[in-house]
């Protein structure tokens, strides 16, 4: 169902039942809307319009579902349905997620509050929302089968639970979840403290680790595949589509990361070094947090992470290098010392998209013009201001100047750095530099293994 059809159908469903309200128990059944969004823009967030205030969250190229408060209950509506979502600009994936994107939008609430969340279920094939981490009564654990029938194709279901602790949770599908999961079906769901003043940071962002096998040149992730993606993603985006995590110089950061992959993920921030401040099971003690610049995070699990904002221009990605490259176009041999110019310019006679790649590594291929198959990102690209940043996947930038606004998110350009802080081409004499008593490897390298001697990470 496109758009357009659903709005009308939600305006269809309120007006006839502006009539049915007069007789009591069907207007009391009346759905709260569904809010829709299928654009991948960091959304700032609003204020909270009633109930204890919070301070929002900032999904990263997402968004927060609106409630209503109904007899002092924050009702939402979740719609599971078919998205079309752009990964990066050149790149849009056929997915399923909710109310129009995935990963759905963050549910936020405040510790305390009852709320009711309806699930609509609008996929081809029944579902159920599971509440990662939070505390509910069994019967409203979303585990199909185990405490509730699926929710049925074209069907609604009802949540409804007190949130009992702050903290950072998910929500995802307990039916068909290896699919479902494949497919892009999930969101952050955050309880805000009762106390304003407990756990409080200046900006507080959230996205959740997730990955996809998506043919190069195709649109629908591969659902049967367990461990070979090609996509790593972080709420459905890929580097150069994620966007920066803006700071003001000396604010409290706040970032908080699930991960819903199929395997854990060391994440790295240069700069400040920041501390682990939350965890599955909660906050953690001033006491017992400690400092670190790279902090794993395994499957299933969440983590938050806090720092002091230092002026610059600070990567922060996943350090398994495979995961800040975007899917190859296909499987690639080690090519590092192979003289291939000759060769190329045989194969070019037949082939003449031809390109010989990796002889000196692989940076060269960051600025070339590959040909791509249609909807493809490519491997390893982004425009820094000193040129490719040769990155893809699981990457982005925090951005921390001193003159940003509260409250603004806006990206602020490149890192203007501050006379005699640049590394730059040193060309006057230089003292021998020590070196190992080994000879220098001269002319190729022989270290050239057979394509066919081991598998590419395109999975076929
Ligand atoms: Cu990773």
Redesign the pocket.
């Known amino acids: 169902m496109t758009t357009s059809n659903r709005r009308s159908f939600f305006k269809t469903a309120g007006a006839s039942l502006i009539g049915a309200a007069a007789v009591g128990r069907a207007g009391a059944a009346l759905l709260p809307e569904a809010p829709l969004r299928s654009s991948a823009e960091t959304l700032p967030p609003p204020a909270p319009p009633d109930g204890r205030p919070f301070q929002p969250l900032v999904t990263l190229n997402g968004w927060s579902l609106p409630w209503r408060t109904k007899n002092g209950v924050k009702e939402f509506h979740l719609v599971a349905e078919p998205v079309l979502r752009e990964i990066a600009p050149g790149m849009q994936a056929r997915l399923w997620g909710y109310n129009g994107s995935s990963p759905g939008p963050t549910i936020e609430a405040v510790e305390g509050d009852r709320i009711r969340i309806f699930v609509s279920n609008k996929l081809p094939e029944v579902t159920s929302v599971h509440w990662h981490g939070l505390r509910v009564p069994s019967g409203m654990d979303g585990v199909t089968g185990l405490t509730q029938p699926p929710i049925g194709v074209g069907k609604t279901f009802v949540y409804e639970f007190q949130l009992q602790r702050p903290g950072t949770f998910m929500y995802h599908p307990h039916a068909d979840e290896m699919v479902q999961m494949a497919m892009g079906m999930m969101g952050l769901f955050i309880v805000h403290p009762k106390d304003r003043r407990q756990f409080k940071v200046d900006r507080d962002y959230g996205f959740i680790l997730n990955a996809y096998d998506i043919e190069p040149g195709s649109a629908t992730p591969r659902v049967n595949t367990m461990l070979d993606f090609n996509l ?1 993603t972080w709420n459905s985006r890929a580097f150069p589509g994620i966007a920066p995590l803006v700071a003001r110089s000396g604010e409290r950061v706040r970032i908080r990361i699930g991960n819903l992959t199929m ?1 854990n ?1 060391p994440i790295h921030m240069h700069g400040p070094h920041f501390e682990v401040t939350g965890t599955d099971g909660g906050w953690v003690p001033k006491s017992a947090r400690w400092p670190e610049v790279t902090s794993d995070i395994g499957v299933g699990q969440m983590r938050a992470i806090e720092f002091d904002a230092l002026a610059g221009d600070w990567a922060i990605h ?1 350090h ?1 290098s495979h ?1 800040t490259m975007n899917a190859m176009g296909h499987g690639l041999p080690t090519m590092i010392g192979v003289e291939q110019r000759d060769l190329a310019r045989k194969i070019a006679d037949l082939v003449p998209d031809y390109m010989a790649m990796g002889e000196r590594g692989m940076h060269e291929m960051t600025e070339m013009e590959m040909p791509l198959p249609a909807n493809t990102l490519p491997m390893m690209t982004g425009q820094g201001p000193f040129g490719a940043i040769g990155m893809g996947g ?1 990457f982005s930038v925090v951005k921390v100047r001193d003159d940003i606004r509260p409250g603004d998110y806006a990206d602020p350009g490149w890192y203007a750095h501050p006379a005699g802080t640049l590394a730059s081409e040193y060309t006057a004499d230089l003292p021998e530099p020590p070196r190992a008593a080994a000879a220098a490897v001269q002319g190729p390298a022989l270290q050239v293994r057979k394509p066919g001697g081991h598998k590419d990470h395109s999975g076929h």
């Open positions: 790593w395997t993920h996943c398994k995961h699981m």
